[in-house]
């Protein structure tokens, strides 16, 4: 199937700082990339939905000007973290589409766990 | 709006069948779709099914469809101890774009 792969796949940073995770699509182009969050023990919810060429469409309650997205090419989509909080810490996960388009499936990075102390 | 619902554990015994439940409210949906959630790994499409169909086999696996009680559940025959993971079901609704996550089935395998 189609790989898609992050990086990193775990961090570390202080409180205030900026964090940038890297979602690419290895052996498909996609216009289309999605970036979800997880808490411990609860399920994946979509925070963005990143158009390559394009502004990203965020979810409601996410924060666009907290969670950057850029998807500067139809292999890359980057999640910029700025200013990071100890409730920011969670591990967030890329997917995107690929494979057969009418059925949509999405194929998932492997995850990027951030903890901000 | 999307709401999907699972329950949250299942503990079963290696070489027993398997099965994982899942109920949805959007009766739009295109597409439903399970996957696997290894710790601290991403997730693996196991399996999908098209609105249209009741049931589809895949090796040790079987999805049953009932739309009318919108209704979805996996069956993994002979589990064995690697199927230890988070199942999420999920679906497809009207617009290409999004799709809705359930809540996760943990399902724990006893040797």
């Known amino acids: 199937g189609a790989v898609v792969s992050q990086h990193p796949s775990w961090v570390i940073c202080k409180s205030g700082t900026s964090v940038k995770i890297e979602c690419r699509s290895l052996d498909f182009q996609a216009t289309t990339m999605f970036w979800y969050r997880q808490f411990p023990k609860q399920s994946l919810m979509l925070m963005a939905t990143?158009?390559?060429?394009?502004?990203?469409?965020?979810e409601q309650g996410v924060e666009k000007d907290k969670f950057l997205i850029n998807h500067a090419s139809l292999t890359l989509s980057t999640l910029t973290v700025t200013s990071a909080h100890p409730e920011d810490s969670s591990f967030y996960i890329c997917?995107?589409?690929?494979?057969?388009?009418?059925?949509?499936?999405?194929?998932f990075g492997e995850g990027s766990r951030l903890t901000v102390l | 709006g999307e709401d999907v619902e699972q329950s949250l554990f299942l503990s079963v015994r290696e070489g027993d069948s398997s099965v994982i439940n899942c109920t949805y409210t959007d009766s739009s949906s295109t597409y439903l779709y399970w996957y696997k959630q290894e710790p601290g790994a991403g997730l693996q499409l196991l399996t999908y099914?098209?609105?249209?169909?009741d049931m589809k086999q895949d090796q040790r696996l079987t999805v049953l469809l009932n739309k009318k009680d919108k209704h979805l559940s996996l069956r993994i025959a002979d589990t064995q101890t690697g199927d230890s993971a988070i199942y999420f079901c999920a679906e497809k609704t009207g617009g290409y774009q999004k799709v809705t996550f359930g809540t996760g089935t943990k399902l724990q395998v006893i040797p």
């Open positions: 099914i098209f609105s249209n169909m």
């Open positions: 997917s995107a589409r690929g494979g057969r388009e009418a059925t949509g499936e999405l194929f």
């Open positions: 990143s158009n390559e060429g394009s502004k990203a469409t965020y």
